[in-house]
């Protein structure tokens, strides 16, 4: 079992950056895949980014790409997500997940476990 705490939300102004931290607890962290969601208010929880368990492969969001990195510290259990440029649109409650299944579309419904989320907010 996976235990998820995010932290780094906060109110930024448009162009700013943030980045989340994901923090595990537990030895299997390195064994699960990871991902980032995000939900905005009024919204369906959707995929932003993901990794695979070794960090060597990721897949983004197209209205994130180049803008937003995700990453993992397996020696740290610890997963990132950089987040540059922010605009408006990207305010959301950002979730960290865990999960056995990897693809570049992934789903909710395919991570096992989550965290409780920290509230990004983006002034225009």
């Known amino acids: 079992q996976v235990q998820l705490v995010e932290s780094g939300g906060g109110l930024v102004q448009a162009g700013g950056s943030l980045r989340l931290s994901c923090a595990a607890s537990?030895?299997?962290?390195?064994?699960?895949?990871m991902g980032w969601f995000r939900r905005a208010p009024g919204k369906e929880r959707e995929f932003i980014a993901t990794?695979?368990?070794?960090?060597?492969?990721?897949y983004y969001r197209d209205s994130v790409k180049g803008r937003f990195g995700i990453s993992r510290d397996n020696a740290k259990n610890i997963l990132y997500l950089q987040m540059n440029s922010l605009k408006p649109e990207d305010t959301a409650v950002y979730y960290c997940?865990?999960?056995?299944?990897?693809?570049?579309?992934?789903?909710?419904?395919?991570?096992?476990?989550w965290g409780q989320g920290t509230q990004v907010t983006v002034s225009s």
């Open positions: 997940a865990a999960g056995r299944r990897y693809g570049s579309d992934p789903v909710p419904s395919e991570y096992d476990y």
């Open positions: 537990g030895r299997a962290f390195s064994t699960y895949h």
């Open positions: 990794i695979n368990q070794n960090g060597g492969s990721t």
